[in-house]
Every structure is written in structure tokens, then in C-alpha cells.
């Protein structure tokens, strides 16, 4: 068989080699200033090896004779050889790093996808190749599949060069893991090849991950992270203490919309979602103060519209707590709530809510046992099956919850998780007075003498934190430093302070480079929680702000 080869470059040039090892004549080699009109007319097959935007023009360049004219594209289809009416692909599924080793590689029994003239088979047959008929249809997907499993390949293997370099370990240690990795995924596939944290749902291993990870590293890392957990079926990782800074927010004021029922509010936000508008939602009990309006501020920075519910919850009340007497002022909070940009208020009452005795419980197991749960035993569950309902009433959406109750935002993220329910769920930082005393409803139950001694929370949550960025990691004796601040207090009374790891909640044996201070107290009879955050590490958990 005699051919021609145009785009005499690294390609072109391994077929050549290879073709006249197997007995082919090359009549010809044409590159950039040769005239290709006749390259058709003296041989059987001419190979367009030139790059892939210029095939077309090289193609149409080309008189047509009669030689079969074939391409050695992977993305391309035939169309691009027009005018020619024999015409072929020959695509070798490897690479050809040069032109003697290209040679040798097109040799040795590998796979080319072929289309179009049977030419293409008697190519691959002279090579002793393996065809596999790839038609225009799925070409860009079998190119696309190509570039994922030969050059992502190489980045990723590229990415573990780098960290065993910073790690100080040899690069070999992780190359018997590579290729132990490859055999088993060839023999059982993906699924079973499996290990590792995400896989296990380890989530605080893979934040430990991150924080070890240089800023460059962790978007690789994180995106096949979530994509193993995805495989093994388990949620994307998610950064419970994720938040989003709701200072300096400006919003247009509203007058917000009162809707008292779930139809009504239901069928809003269908028509608005249908109209292609996102929806945010801030729960509250109501009584709103610029703690709340930091969540609604947040929700219009991001969101078409925004409806934030008032609802005193009776379920997440204990018979001895202060249903009753929960501050309610509903004039008021539409003032707040159009002033920080709201435009629905969904104000049901306990029948709309609640028709018939609630049989049903969510309950977020470990996460809702613990501190404040610990304290208050039915109170979680209560929060998280009114959170639930008012999920499943405003439907898809991003919600709005404050780390104030740091507790309760944790066991919300986990609760959609767990259940998937189709809402975002974001934090926001703390809102505080101008003396450090968190922003609470419940602040308006203190007499001067009390409110005066309620910062003492703050002050231990700063002696906490003092301590562990002065080098202390024993969790006990940072509990113990708090604990000590509100003793000197005569008017509160301790319930718990913890340094807790963020994610889990739990105490650790000792405090890495994330903690949680937590502290609950009464003041009075008002019992008044806070919390904080203290960062050691170089780099915070990834989605915080730096
Ligand atoms: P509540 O009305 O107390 O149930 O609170 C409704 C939402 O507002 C919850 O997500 C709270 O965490 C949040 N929130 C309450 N107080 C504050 C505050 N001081 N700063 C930020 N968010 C708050």
C-alpha cells in the first residue's frame, strides 16, 4: 500500500515509521510549504496529521483523487474531511511522545478507534492494532474519556508528586499504592477498589486534610473527595461551620407580605421558583433583632426573594420553659423584616402548623445528645421536625440559620444531609451587642444587674480562647479556664463550657488546629448560651473567610 502523509509532526511521523516497518511506502511527506493539491492522485491512502483546527482547511486543500483520506483525530468526525468521499479515522489510543518511539508504540498490539473507510481497519490490521469502531456521534465523548484517563491521570499523579515532596516521603512509597489502586480497579472496578475517608464518611479526617493541604492543593483534593464519597454514596463533604459575612450588607427595604397559611406560601414560592427566581429563607422564632436581620441581609445578597417565618415552635419547649412568656411582638418584627429586605413573612399559627398531634419525630441522633441537648433532652428533636416541615413548606431553597446556636446549625446541616432534603444551609457569624453580649430574644427577660453580668459568657469564651492561642490543648483545661471566669460571677450559674472539635461536637483527647468554645449559663433564671470559634491552624477549614 503506498501513502502520504501531510503534517510531517510527531504523529505524522510514528505513523510513517511504523507504516513502512509493516511494509507500507510512503510516496510522500508534506508539510507546511508543500502543495498538497495533488497528494491524492499517486497513492491509496493520505494521512492528515496536521492539527486538529486545521484538518478542514488542509482537506479541502486536497484535490480529490484516488487515495482514501484518513485523519488521526480523537475529537473529530469525518465531516471535516470534506470534500472527499472515502474517508476515514484512525485515532491511536496512546500517546506518541516522538517520532521513533511513536513508531514503535503504534506497533505493539494497542487500541485505535476507527471510522468511516474500511482503509481505517486495513491501518490498524498493517499495525497489528485492535480496532474499536468509534462513530461521529460519541467522538467528542470518546475523546473527552481519552484526555480524563491519560492527562488527568498524569495531574493527578502530578498533585501526589508535590505533597510526598512536602510531606518528605519518597515519591515510590506512594507508587506501589498507584499501581496497586490501578490493578484493583481493572480487576473489581471502581466501586469495591474504594478506601479512605471520604469513602467512609470520615468527615473530620478530611478536614484535617485540608488544613494540612497548601491553599493551591485543596480544590483538587476536595473535588475527588466528593467525588469518592459520591461513589461510595454518601453526601459531599460539607463545612459545618461554613459561613458567609453579613457585614456591610446593604438591602433595599420591603414591605413585607404577611402569609399565614402553607398553601398560600407554598404556592408563592412555586410560582416564583417556576418564574426561574431563587428563594432564601431565615426561620426565627420571632422578636427580631439585627441578629436575625443579619440572616435576612444575607438571604437578599444572594437570593431573589426572601421569606423568613416567625413561629414560636411549642415542640421545642419543655413544660417548665418559657412558651408562655416568649417576647412576641409581630408589629415590630415586619418593621425588622422590611427593613433587612424580606418579602414574605410567613406567620402561621399552632393549628396551621400543628392540626392534629404531631406522631412524627426527626431526631438527629450523637449530635442533638450532647450540651445543650444534655440540658434541654427534647429540644433538638423539636427544632429539627419544625425545621423539617418549614424545609418541606418553603420547599428548594437556600436557609438562613445563625451560629449563635451553634448546636442547632450543626445538627440542621446534618439533618439535610442525612435526609437530603434540597435546601442550603448556611451560617452566619454572631451577632453581639456593643459590650460582647451575643444578641438573643431572650436578652429582654434580664434586669440592669443581670444584663450587666450576662457578658460574663463572653469574657470566658475570651479567657478560652486566650489560653489555647497561648499553646494550651488539653480541653480540660480550657474548659476549666472558662469555668473559672463565670464562678467569679455571683449572678450566673455555669451549665456547661467545652472545647469541642467543630464538626463532631465531641471533646477531643487534644485540641487540634479547629476548635469550638461552647458555654452555657444561667443568669438569673434566663439561660443564656455562646459560643466562638478559635483558629491555630495556618489556613482556615475551606469556605470559611479569611
Ligand atoms: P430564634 O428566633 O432565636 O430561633 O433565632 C432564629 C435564627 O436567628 C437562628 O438561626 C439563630 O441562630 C439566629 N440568631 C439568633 N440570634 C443571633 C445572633 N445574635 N447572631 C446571629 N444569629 C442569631
Redesign the pocket.
Known amino acids: 500500500m503506498l501513502f502520504t502523509v501531510v503534517g510531517p509532526g510527531r504523529a505524522g511521523l510514528s505513523f510513517a515509521g511504523a507504516l513502512t516497518a509493516s511494509g507500507w511506502r510512503c510516496v510522500a511527506t508534506l508539510g507546511r510549504h508543500d502543495d498538497v493539491r495533488s497528494a491524492a492522485a499517486d497513492c491509496d491512502v493520505v494521512l492528515v496529521t496536521v492539527p486538529d483546527d486545521r484538518i478542514a482547511e488542509v482537506a479541502a486543500a486536497i484535490a480529490p483523487g484516488r487515495a482514501v483520506v484518513v485523519h488521526a483525530s480523537g475529537a473529530k468526525g469525518l465531516d471535516v474531511l470534506e470534500p472527499h468521499v472515502r474517508r476515514a479515522s484512525v485515532h491511536p489510543l496512546m500517546s506518541l511522545p516522538d517520532p521513533a518511539t511513536g513508531a514503535d508504540k503504534l506497533r505493539r498490539g494497542g487500541v485505535f478507534a476507527v471510522a468511516g473507510d474500511p482503509v481505517a481497519a486495513r491501518i490498524v490490521a498493517a499495525l497489528g492494532g485492535r480496532p474499536v469502531t468509534v462513530g461521529d456521534d460519541s467522538r467528542a465523548l470518546y475523546h473527552a474519556t481519552a484526555a480524563v484517563a491519560a492527562n488527568h491521570l498524569v495531574a493527578l499523579c502530578a498533585q501526589v508528586e508535590r505533597l510526598a515532596d512536602r510531606a518528605g516521603v519518597p515519591l515510590g512509597a506512594y507508587w506501589d499504592l498507584m499501581e496497586t489502586t490501578l490493578e484493583n480497579v481493572r480487576r473489581s472496578g471502581p466501586i469495591p477498589s474504594l478506601t479512605g475517608p471520604a469513602a467512609r464518611g470520615d468527615t473530620s479526617t478530611i478536614s484535617l486534610h485540608l488544613e494540612a493541604l497548601p491553599t493551591d492543593e485543596r480544590t483538587l483534593y476536595l473535588a475527588l473527595a466528593n467525588e469518592a464519597a459520591r461513589l461510595a454514596g454518601r453526601p459531599p463533604y460539607r463545612d459545618p461551620a461554613r459561613t458567609v459575612s453579613t457585614e456591610a450588607l446593604a438591602v433595599t427595604p420591603t414591605s413585607p407580605v404577611r402569609v399565614p397559611t402553607i398553601a398560600e406560601l407554598r404556592a408563592r414560592l412555586d410560582a416564583e421558583r417556576r418564574a426561574g427566581r431563587t428563594v432564601g429563607f431565615?426561620?426565627?422564632?420571632?422578636?427580631l433583632?439585627d441578629?436575625?436581620g443579619?440572616?435576612m441581609r444575607a438571604a437578599a445578597a444572594a437570593n431573589d426573594v426572601v421569606v423568613a417565618s416567625i413561629f414560636v415552635n411549642p415542640l421545642q419547649f419543655a413544660p417548665t420553659e418559657d412558651l408562655a412568656s416568649y417576647p412576641r411582638d409581630l408589629e415590630r418584627d415586619v418593621a425588622v423584616a422590611g427593613a433587612n429586605g424580606v418579602h414574605l413573612l410567613f406567620t402561621p399559627d399552632v393549628t396551621e402548623m400543628y392540626p392534629r398531634p404531631m406522631l412524627t419525630t426527626v431526631s438527629v441522633a450523637e449530635l442533638s445528645a450532647r450540651w445543650d441537648g444534655a440540658s434541654r433532652p427534647t429540644h433538638f428533636d423539636g427544632v429539627s421536625t419544625v425545621v423539617t416541615k418549614l424545609f418541606n413548606i418553603v420547599g428548594p431553597c437556600r436557609a438562613?440559620?445563625?451560629?449563635?446556636?451553634y448546636q442547632?446549625?450543626a445538627i440542621i446541616t446534618r439533618m439535610t444531609e442525612d435526609l437530603a432534603i434540597p435546601v442550603e444551609v448556611i451560617g452566619?457569624?454572631?451577632?453581639?451587642e456593643p459590650d460582647g453580649l451575643?444578641?438573643?430574644?431572650r436578652n429582654v427577660y434580664l434586669d440592669p444587674a443581670q444584663r450587666a453580668a450576662a457578658v460574663v459568657l463572653r469574657r470566658a469564651l475570651d479567657a478560652g480562647t486566650a489560653a489555647i492561642l497561648d499553646g494550651e490543648r488539653d480541653p480540660e483545661a480550657v474548659t476549666g479556664v472558662m469555668t473559672s471566669v463565670v464562678a467569679a460571677e455571683p449572678l450566673a450559674n455555669l451549665d456547661y463550657a467545652a472545647a469541642v472539635d467543630p464538626h463532631t461536637l465531641e471533646v477531643p483527647a487534644a485540641l487540634g488546629p479547629h476548635t469550638r468554645l461552647l458555654i452555657a449559663a444561667r443568669v438569673g433564671t434566663t439561660r443564656l448560651i455562646d459560643n466562638c470559634g478559635v483558629d491555630t491552624g495556618s489556613a482556615g477549614p475551606l469556605g470559611t473567610p479569611a
Do not use: N, W
Open positions: 431565615v426561620p426565627t422564632m420571632g422578636y433583632h441578629g436575625h443579619s440572616l438562613y440559620f445563625g451560629e449563635k446556636d442547632q446549625l452566619c457569624p454572631i451577632v453581639r451575643a444578641m438573643s430574644s
